[in-house]
């Protein structure tokens, strides 16, 4: 998985404690509506907009929501990252003691699982609630790299008074997302805090390759998974006539039989033995298996999905798709979610060099475009068509939409995004949209 250039929080050749004390400046005219001597970044401007809808008060910052000890245990061993947990303990751990910084792992709720460093740091760490069992998302803590980063899925580094509460101004914090390779889903991220003194822009750059590296550690786990999937199948398959396909919980097929692969199916939501409609196969039986399912595509045409919903109002954009057969969901990449969102818009489709400009403001960006889309349409077949990119016009299309306008896919800065968050109100959550339809 690859990130674009990490937005740092300390600018090229600024001295520390200079930007320290702007910073201090720009969070003052911010809070009291005077002129402010420069503008927070993007990243930290959207912050402050969500925190104050919170009503976090930056003086006396509410202590952070705290879990039991017993469910703090269980959420620990329900988390796929405790899978990788020894090598973010060893990529991290030694660098973040040498650098009087703290290393924390969340979940994607942004509660605290793990925490290392030495005993000093931690102390720091104790008194402002940096401490295993509590929430650092936005809403309990205000603008912080975990809680930010959590809600625009990327690497955040927040330095002194970029944090909302003024009892974090003493801090500098890096963070980075770890997601699931399989499905895309976001699992939790790795953070390292320090005093501000300790700021380094690479600090950033080194957690967020350790949240890679987590990442293709989950992917061969996964892999190893399907290959014992792929030897439990293959006595079933051997005798078999039809078409049939063996895949695991999360629908990535582990092996087939009379059939072209199919590198990923998208099960039911509650999938269960039966029949269930599939996209791009059609009408099939699920039977269980130790670990996965064995699928049979049925040869006859059978009812197709009638309801698209494209739901944005969660902290992770979700499709569901709903028929006669059943009803299933699906985690969108950002990008998916970005270009879902503009082919629900524009219903009677959209070419490449038109998604180019609405994702990427310039036209020069259609091969990347067309490769999105090809990946799109491994998962809906059947729904998102091509030759223009559009809904499958036997569906019905809906977009759940955030309470409010800046909340709309807060992580993307795609030119169509930006310019739909400036014409959805604040007042509608379902809707329903018709062709060249917005609202």
């Known amino acids: 998985m690859s990130f674009p250039p990490l937005d740092t929080a300390l600018p090229a050749g600024a001295d520390a404690r200079e930007h320290a004390l702007l910073l201090r400046r720009v969070h003052e005219a911010s809070l009291s509506g005077d002129p402010?001597?420069?503008?927070?970044?993007?990243?930290?401007?959207?912050?402050?907009?969500?925190?104050?809808r919170f009503g976090i008060d930056p003086d006396a910052g509410p202590p952070p929501r705290m879990v039991s000890l017993e469910e703090l245990h269980r959420r620990r061993e329900d988390s796929p990252i405790?899978?990788?947990?020894?090598?973010?303990?060893?990529?991290?751990?030694?660098?973040?003691?040498?650098?009087?910084?703290?290393?924390?792992?969340?979940?994607?709720s942004g509660q605290i699982l793990w925490r290392d460093g030495a005993h000093r740091i931690r102390t720091m760490g104790d008194?402002?609630?940096?401490?295993?069992?509590?929430?650092?998302?936005?809403?309990?803590?205000?603008?912080?790299?975990?809680?930010?980063?959590?809600?625009?899925?990327?690497?955040?580094?927040?330095?002194?008074?970029?944090h909302f509460v003024r009892s974090l101004h003493a801090l500098t914090c890096a963070c980075a997302p770890i997601h699931d390779p399989r499905d895309g889903r976001l699992l939790g991220a790795i953070d390292v805090t320090g005093p501000v003194s300790t700021v380094h822009p690479s600090t950033l750059a080194l957690v967020s390759a350790v949240a890679q590296l987590a990442e293709a550690h989950l992917q061969s786990i996964h892999h190893t998974h399907l290959e014992r999937l792929r030897s439990v199948a293959a006595p079933l398959l051997a005798g078999m006539r039809e078409r049939a396909l063996v895949v695991d919980d999360t629908g990535w097929t582990a092996a087939v039989v009379n059939m072209e692969p199919v590198r990923r199916v998208l099960l039911p939501k509650h999938h269960e033995t039966g029949t269930a409609w599939l996209p791009a196969l059609g009408e099939c039986s699920l039977e269980p298996l130790p670990g996965g399912w064995l699928i049979r595509p049925r040869p006859a045409e059978c009812a197709?999905?009638?309801?698209?919903?494209?739901?944005?109002?969660?902290?992770?954009?979700?499709?569901?798709?709903?028929?006669?057969?059943?009803?299933?969901?699906?985690?969108?990449?950002?990008?998916?979610?970005?270009?879902?969102?503009?082919?629900?818009?524009?219903?009677?489709?959209?070419?490449?060099?038109?998604?180019?400009?609405?994702?990427?403001?310039?036209?020069?960006?259609?091969?990347?475009?067309?490769?999105e889309l090809s990946r799109l349409r491994r998962h809906l077949g059947g729904i998102v068509e091509s030759r223009p990119y559009r809904f499958s016009e036997d569906v019905v299309v809906r977009v759940v939409?955030?309470?409010?306008?800046?909340?709309?896919?807060?992580?993307?800065?795609?030119?169509?995004?930006?310019?739909?968050?400036?014409?959805?109100?604040?007042?509608?959550r379902a809707i329903p949209l018709g062709a060249e339809s917005a609202t």
Do not use: C, K
């Open 36 to 52: 402010s001597p420069a503008r927070p970044r993007p990243v930290i401007e959207d912050s402050w907009s969500r925190t104050r």
């Open 82 to 108: 405790s899978e990788v947990l020894p090598l973010i303990r060893r990529s991290l751990v030694s660098v973040a003691d040498e650098a009087d910084h703290i290393m924390l792992v969340t979940d994607a």
């Open 127 to 162: 008194r402002v609630g940096l401490i295993e069992g509590a929430y650092w998302n936005e809403g309990s803590t205000g603008t912080n790299a975990i809680g930010t980063t959590l809600v625009v899925g990327r690497p955040v580094q927040v330095y002194s008074a970029e």
């Open 304 to 371: 197709s999905p009638s309801t698209v919903t494209l739901d944005l109002s969660g902290p992770a954009p979700a499709v569901t798709v709903a028929g006669s057969s059943g009803r299933w969901a699906h985690r969108p990449t950002p990008r998916h979610a970005e270009l879902l969102l503009l082919l629900a818009v524009h219903r009677s489709g959209r070419t490449a060099a038109q998604l180019s400009h609405d994702v990427f403001g310039a036209v020069g960006h259609v091969v990347t475009v067309r490769a």
């Open 401 to 428: 939409l955030p309470d409010h306008p800046e909340d709309l896919l807060p992580g993307s800065v795609a030119p169509g995004v930006r310019a739909l968050r400036s014409r959805v109100g604040s007042g509608e």
